[in-house]
């Protein structure tokens, strides 16, 4: 019965153009200029700092939960080639990942670090590199059976960024990789640390964003509907953890995620075929 509700609500959605947000709860429209977000972060608990992908500004917003932007930055030092994800550190450092990579080709992978941007006067901020490459990667592009280094996600702990990759592998193997960075300026190698497969849909299954949980007992890792929650872990390696799939039964272009504390997830998703550029919110489950 589930499954025949959720495929009536689907249907619902696409002929009479109803919204369908499944367990999200609607919090704000999004500004019609930012289309395009692909990550965001929370530092105060009424405000979210968002960026956008391929091809827009090089520039940080602040909206509140009316979905109005309060604050813009221009990043200075850097170039949006494919933001696409935020987070944060202990300090409230602000990291943006310019490691979108679609076609496997990029040489010129970079994590941007700007200092807490509640902090910060004006309208510019400063940026320092990050810049890494993955040592597994030998071919720009590799041939479409080892599509592995497209990333949209990351989270910080304990002085390390952990990147995720985005399968665009051709035929798909839900296969993702997990490495890690230094958390400080310089150009590295990536180190992987383990590997993930959370399932084999390629419609939902690539990982779009992820985070951790502010005391580090939970990472939770989004697709294009679902959310993978993994618990009972140790880091480096994640995935020897538990993980729980939650189905969201949406499956607008969901692209980011972040915690606003233990339990509460604030989420948001592009514009696609007129539908989505929401921000949302979801409760975990206790168990």
């Known amino acids: 019965m589930k499954t025949r509700a959720f495929f009536f609500l689907a249907l619902l959605t696409i002929f009479c153009g109803c919204n369908n947000y499944g367990q999200l709860v609607y919090v704000a429209d999004l500004p019609g200029n930012l289309e395009e977000n692909s990550g965001i972060v929370s530092i105060k608990d009424s405000t979210v700092w968002v960026v956008e992908d391929n091809g827009n500004k090089d520039e940080l917003y602040k909206l509140n939960f009316k979905g109005d932007i309060v604050k813009s930055f221009k990043v200075k030092n850097a170039k949006n080639n494919d933001w696409e994800d935020l987070t944060k550190d202990a300090l409230?450092?602000?990291?943006?990942?310019?490691?979108?990579?679609?076609?496997?080709?990029?040489?010129?992978?970079?994590?941007?670090?700007?200092?807490?941007?509640?902090?910060?006067?004006?309208?510019?901020?400063?940026?320092?590199?990050?810049?890494?490459?993955?040592?597994?990667?030998?071919?720009?592009?590799?041939?479409?059976?080892?599509?592995?280094?497209?990333?949209?996600?990351?989270?910080?702990?304990?002085?390390?960024?952990?990147?995720?990759?985005?399968?665009?592998?051709?035929?798909?193997?839900?296969?993702?990789?997990?490495?890690?960075?230094?958390?400080s300026k310089g150009k590295y190698e990536a180190k992987l640390v383990g590997t993930i497969k959370v399932c084999e849909d390629w419609k939902t299954c690539q990982i779009t964003s992820i985070d951790i949980s502010p005391d580090g007992k939970k990472i939770v890792a989004l697709s294009y509907g679902k959310l993978f929650l993994f618990t009972d872990f140790l880091l480096d390696d994640f995935a020897t953890g538990t993980v729980k799939e939650i189905d969201l039964e949406t499956r607008n272009q969901l692209e980011s995620v972040c915690f606003l504390n233990e339990q509460t997830l604030l989420l948001s998703d592009e514009v696609s075929h007129g539908n989505g550029g929401n921000l949302y919110r979801y409760i975990l489950p206790e168990k």
């Open 92 to 183: 409230n450092n602000v990291y943006i990942a310019d490691i979108g990579n679609n076609n496997n080709d990029r040489k010129d992978l970079v994590i941007y670090k700007v200092p807490n941007p509640e902090d910060e006067p004006g309208d510019k901020i400063d940026a320092e590199k990050i810049k890494f490459y993955y040592p597994e990667q030998k071919k720009f592009p590799p041939k479409k059976s080892e599509r592995l280094y497209d990333a949209e996600a990351i989270f910080h702990r304990n002085g390390k960024l952990f990147i995720v990759t985005k399968n665009r592998t051709d035929p798909f193997n839900g296969k993702a990789l997990i490495y890690t960075v230094p958390d």
